[in-house]
């Protein structure tokens, strides 16, 4: 089956430091990548959709110059957390979509920032 | 547009009875529609996925769901739960065409009490 992996699973970080999570399909080619955060308790929220070669599109409410996001190819795509703060601790998870169909998701990177 | 309701945020069954999570939909094209599980601290995991052919769709660990499209449900279910059941279970509706993303309910809390 269809493997996207994520990494790192967890980090810690100062505040004020930058985080870089990366999302690779391993064995398909990912036309389109989405990135999620999930508070605590709550549901997944959609941050931002990344097409290969081009800028990704984020949600509303979602800072672009703060969560940079990056598809150089279409088995990558990194979200960077810039200037982290406590606030930004959460559970990011991506996911990948094939282009033959499907939607296939990381293991999670859980961010907790300090 | 597409939207997922899940019914009740926390369900609660004791072992060995009848697992039913609720799931509809609503989407302006024919879906594609998922379940997923998350177990605590984990990334999403697939537990199974209509798309096209027979409405009833079996997945992993015994849960099976059923496409209803007069009732824009898809509701899952176990016959009878285990204590590893207990985690969170988030239905989603795609449009089905590759390039787009996934919506997903509010997600459902199962808890089994021994």
């Known amino acids: 089956g269809a493997v996207v992996s994520q990494h790192p699973s967890w980090v810690i970080c100062k505040s004020g430091t930058s985080v870089k999570i990366e999302c690779r399909s391993l064995?398909?080619?990912?036309?389109?990548m989405f990135w999620y955060r999930q508070f605590p308790k709550q549901s997944l929220m959609l941050m931002a959709t990344?097409?290969?070669?081009?800028?990704?599109?984020?949600e509303q409410g979602v800072e672009k110059d703060k969560f940079l996001i990056n598809h150089a190819s279409l088995t990558l795509s990194t979200l960077t957390v810039t200037s982290a703060h406590p606030e930004d601790s959460s559970f990011y998870i991506c996911?990948?979509?094939?282009?033959?169909?499907?939607?296939?998701f990381g293991q999670g990177t859980r961010l907790t920032v300090v | 547009a597409q939207s997922v309701t899940q019914l009740g945020s926390h369900v609660s069954v004791s072992e060995g009875a009848l697992v039913l999570l609720r799931c509809n939909y609503s989407?302006?094209?024919?879906?594609?529609l998922f379940w997923y599980v998350q177990y605590p601290n984990q990334g999403l995991q697939l537990l199974l996925k209509?798309?096209?052919?027979?409405?009833l769709v079996k997945g992993i660990n015994g849960f099976e769901a059923e496409f209803k499209k007069s009732e824009t449900s898809f509701h899952l279910t176990k016959p009878s739960a285990h204590m590893s059941d207990a985690a969170e279970y988030f239905c989603?509706?795609?449009?089905?065409?590759?390039?787009?993303?996934?919506?997903f309910g509010g997600g459902t809390r199962l808890m089994v009490k021994p």
């Open positions: 996911s990948a979509n094939r282009a033959t169909g499907g939607a296939f």
């Open positions: 064995d398909f080619q990912a036309t389109t």
């Open positions: 990344s097409n290969e070669g081009s800028k990704a599109t984020y």
């Open positions: 989407s302006s094209v024919p879906p594609y």
């Open positions: 209509y798309t096209t052919g027979a409405t």
């Open positions: 989603a509706v795609s449009s089905g065409n590759a390039g787009n993303m996934l919506t």
